[in-house]
């Protein structure tokens, strides 16, 4: 049985459960995020596709309906990464071989997990860019370029510090920075402020959602949001003062989030997709030892079908 509910109607403590316990579970499965996202787009709605097999729980997954197609599946929005989280995977293919919960989908982002190759959809392949941090900070500072160290003691000598965000006078310099790179990449379609005066609520109660911001002289100069879970670190949103560049608040803050994410259960820290022709950011990224990782864009055809008749 397939059952799809609210968030009025989760069982929270069960959807943690699966969330901090399934091998296929990613920072964007964290519940604070999640709600993050549905305060800032009025067209979805938050739901959860819940999946019974002898009236025990053995699958969920967190979805939006957009709210003028009917049917519609998108897990997640952003291009976040999505999917099931389960405990047992034969269970789970033994479940989706024989009936198919996807058949709507919209998108569905898979960052490892292969179950959905089991089904009738359409897939493209994408690649985002990995640091294995499964090793003491020490051992992995030393192993980055001498441009890269030497940037992040630079930062260091000019006084710039790193801290997570603590005021609403930093949040508006945050925004200040986002409106800014909104002008400098002529970018169409931004997140609303909404989305940063949450991401700021939600880091000060939950270990999974950072928020980081580098001052100099008490003014903020470059801001980065992290997300994590149990078995990586996702580096979402950043963004400097392009007047403050040569200060390296951007080494700075990612220096500061390795020192700590090399103390956790974290293997890996995941810098996200490099856009076609951005030549400068997959230079930044190299300098920091990250290598190319696969994973696949799911669509049903049912849903192309749909698009096509709106």
């Not at 969920?60 to 047992?88: D, E, Q, R, T, W």
């Not at 856009?275 to 864009?297: C, D, I, T, V």
Request: aromatic fraction near 14%.
């Amino acid at each position: 049985m397939i059952k799809s509910v609210n968030l009025e109607n989760l069982n929270i403590d069960l959807y943690d459960s699966f969330y901090n316990k399934s091998i296929y579970s990613t920072p964007f499965h964290n519940l604070d995020f999640l709600v993050s996202i549905s305060c800032i787009r009025k067209d979805l709605k938050l739901f959860f596709n819940i999946i019974y097999s002898n009236k025990k729980i053995i699958a969920i997954m967190p979805y939006f309906k957009i709210k003028k197609i009917p049917f519609s599946m998108v897990a997640l929005p952003y291009g976040c990464y999505g999917g099931y989280l389960y405990h047992n995977k034969q269970e789970f293919l033994n479940y989706i071989q024989h009936t198919n919960p996807l058949k709507y989908i919209s998108t569905l982002i898979s960052y490892n997990d292969d179950a959905y190759k089991k089904l009738n959809l359409e897939s493209t392949t994408y690649s985002t860019w990995i640091l294995d941090i499964n090793m003491s900070y020490d051992t992995l500072f030393s192993t980055l370029p001498s441009k890269t160290r030497n940037q992040i003691r630079k930062s260091f000598k000019s006084n710039v510090y790193v801290m997570g965000i603590s005021t609403v006078n930093e949040l508006k310099q945050v925004k200040v920075i986002y409106r800014e790179l909104l002008l400098k990449h002529d970018i169409e379609a931004p997140y609303d402020d909404k989305l940063f005066d949450n991401l700021y609520k939600f880091s000060k109660k939950s270990k999974d959602i950072i928020f980081k911001v580098a001052k100099f002289e008490n003014k903020v100069i470059s801001y980065s949001v992290f997300l994590k879970n149990h078995n990586s670190i996702f580096y979402w949103l950043n963004a400097s003062l392009s007047s403050c560049l040569k200060l390296n608040g951007t080494n700075a803050i990612l220096n500061d989030i390795l020192k700590y994410a090399c103390d956790t259960t974290c293997v890996e820290f995941n810098m996200g997709a490099v856009p076609n022709g951005n030549s400068g950011l997959m230079h930044f990224k190299s300098r920091w030892n990250a290598k190319e990782k696969l994973y696949q864009n799911y669509t049903s055809k049912l849903y192309k079908l749909i698009r096509k008749l709106k």
